[in-house]
């Protein structure tokens, strides 16, 4: 009764044992978003194990959630180590733990864990679902790592049993959870700016804030009480910092810091910017639709399914961004036929929780019979 209990999105009970190469260090967060949804995929299966990549400096320890759900740090000496820990820890995982083919498989997050699963799969012959999560044929998609990257994906993904974009099954989304979140501050009595900006976003170099930075600077020249307010944390913040003194944005643009609850700040701006040079999906941008906020964004995710205009505004120059970010400001009917009609969009694209699960299960049983002709 306790297995059954388990597998509430199908009928049929399943014994799969599942070795998930992640590099996401939430996943050993007890009680984060990305937690709690290891926990719900571990309901799909028989066992689930997750290899993180980490270091030792990151403290993090074996752990396990729910009641078949395990977490095995890779606690590298150096960042270049974490794949090739990750495979030893893989191959030791798939013996000691019997997987057997037809009843396993392995899924790894993006290129360096996919490049450990390829070598996993090698040595044991059990397929492996490499999941995509961002363009790598974005002609910004650059730097010498995404070089490296780029150099390794060809074969892995040539040798992938199965691939799962995100663009097209994205990660489920609570959007009643999103919907009915409380409003437990206003940003407009916190700061004192009668139009504010909001960015949640990862501070790293393709996110491309200062793009964000320079709009709000555009825009101030015409309407000096906006702001901007950035949600998130990265290696990006001392670049931004220093190109807000350049700009003379001081007391204009506001650093949140990550936020679990992000209700308030969705729910008590007046737009949403988006700049990033690429996106897997965009899971912000979906939030903040959901929470009725108007959306500006670069031509990235799933902003390429959405009309331009009636649902969003896509912009690729400052000036576009700013151009549109007045309009908002000046006519209060576009802000609301904006919001309302990504809002509509959204509801009715949005799988349901039981409905996304089932996918993810079907995705990983086909893939658990599957082997390709080089394995």
């Given at each position: 009764m306790?297995?059954?209990?388990?597998?509430?999105?199908?009928?049929?009970?399943?014994?799969?044992?599942?070795?998930?190469?992640?590099?996401?260090?939430?996943?050993?967060?007890?009680?984060?978003?990305?937690?709690?949804?290891?926990?719900?995929?571990?309901?799909?299966?028989?066992?689930?194990?997750?290899?993180?990549?980490?270091?030792?400096?990151?403290?993090?320890?074996?752990?396990?959630?729910?009641?078949?759900?395990?977490?095995?740090?890779?606690?590298?000496?150096?960042?270049?180590?974490?794949?090739?820990?990750?495979?030893?820890?893989?191959?030791?995982?798939?013996?000691?733990?019997?997987?057997?083919?037809?009843?396993?498989?392995?899924?790894?997050?993006?290129?360096?864990?996919a490049w450990a699963g390829l070598k996993v799969k090698r040595k044991w012959r059990i397929p492996l679902e490499v999941q995509m999560h961002t363009d790598i044929s974005s002609p910004y998609f650059s730097g010498f790592q995404n070089k490296v990257r780029k150099f390794f994906a060809k074969n892995i993904l040539k040798n992938a049993d199965s691939v799962r974009d995100v663009r097209t099954l994205p990660i489920y989304v609570e959007k009643e959870k999103i919907e009915n979140a409380p409003v437990k501050f206003d940003l407009h009595t916190k700061y004192g700016w009668k139009f504010i900006m909001l960015t949640v976003s990862r501070l790293s170099p393709e996110k491309n804030l200062g793009l964000a930075l320079e709009v709000l600077s555009e825009v101030r020249k015409k309407y000096p009480e906006t702001g901007l307010v950035i949600v998130g944390s990265g290696p990006d913040e001392n670049r931004l910092k220093i190109l807000i003194k350049k700009l003379n944005l001081q007391g204009f643009v506001e650093f949140a810091g990550w936020q679990e609850e992000l209700g308030s700040f969705?729910?008590?701006?007046?737009?949403?910017?988006?700049?990033?040079?690429?996106?897997?999906?965009?899971?912000?941008?979906?939030?903040?639709?959901?929470?009725?906020?108007?959306?500006?964004?670069?031509?990235?995710?799933?902003?390429?399914?959405?009309?331009?205009?009636?649902?969003?505004?896509?912009?690729?120059?400052?000036?576009?961004?700013?151009?549109?970010?007045?309009?908002?400001?000046?006519?209060?009917?576009?802000?609301?036929?904006?919001?309302i009609n990504l809002k509509n969009y959204l509801e009715s694209k949005l799988l349901s929780k039981a409905d996304y699960m089932a996918q993810i299960k079907a995705n990983w049983e086909k893939t658990a019979n599957l082997l390709t002709s080089n394995s």
């Amino acid at each position: 009764m306790e297995r059954a209990g388990r597998r509430i999105y199908s009928n049929m009970e399943s014994d799969l044992k599942v070795l998930m190469i992640s590099s996401d260090r939430n996943v050993a967060t007890p009680g984060s978003p990305v937690s709690l949804r290891m926990e719900e995929y571990g309901k799909l299966v028989e066992e689930l194990h997750i290899v993180l990549l980490s270091d030792k400096s990151h403290g993090i320890k074996e752990v396990k959630l729910g009641e078949n759900v395990y977490i095995y740090p890779t606690n590298s000496a150096l960042n270049l180590l974490r794949p090739i820990d990750a495979v030893r820890i893989g191959k030791k995982l798939v013996f000691e733990k019997k997987f057997v083919r037809g009843k396993s498989l392995i899924t790894a997050q993006d290129m360096e864990c996919a490049w450990a699963g390829l070598k996993v799969k090698r040595k044991w012959r059990i397929p492996l679902e490499v999941q995509m999560h961002t363009d790598i044929s974005s002609p910004y998609f650059s730097g010498f790592q995404n070089k490296v990257r780029k150099f390794f994906a060809k074969n892995i993904l040539k040798n992938a049993d199965s691939v799962r974009d995100v663009r097209t099954l994205p990660i489920y989304v609570e959007k009643e959870k999103i919907e009915n979140a409380p409003v437990k501050f206003d940003l407009h009595t916190k700061y004192g700016w009668k139009f504010i900006m909001l960015t949640v976003s990862r501070l790293s170099p393709e996110k491309n804030l200062g793009l964000a930075l320079e709009v709000l600077s555009e825009v101030r020249k015409k309407y000096p009480e906006t702001g901007l307010v950035i949600v998130g944390s990265g290696p990006d913040e001392n670049r931004l910092k220093i190109l807000i003194k350049k700009l003379n944005l001081q007391g204009f643009v506001e650093f949140a810091g990550w936020q679990e609850e992000l209700g308030s700040f969705y729910k008590t701006s007046n737009a949403f910017i988006q700049t990033s040079a690429f996106e897997g999906y965009g899971l912000s941008l979906v939030e903040a639709g959901l929470s009725l906020l108007p959306v500006l964004t670069t031509a990235v995710g799933i902003a390429k399914e959405l009309q331009n205009g009636k649902d969003i505004y896509i912009c690729n120059t400052k000036e576009e961004f700013a151009q549109r970010i007045t309009e908002l400001i000046e006519d209060n009917s576009k802000r609301e036929n904006l919001k309302i009609n990504l809002k509509n969009y959204l509801e009715s694209k949005l799988l349901s929780k039981a409905d996304y699960m089932a996918q993810i299960k079907a995705n990983w049983e086909k893939t658990a019979n599957l082997l390709t002709s080089n394995s």
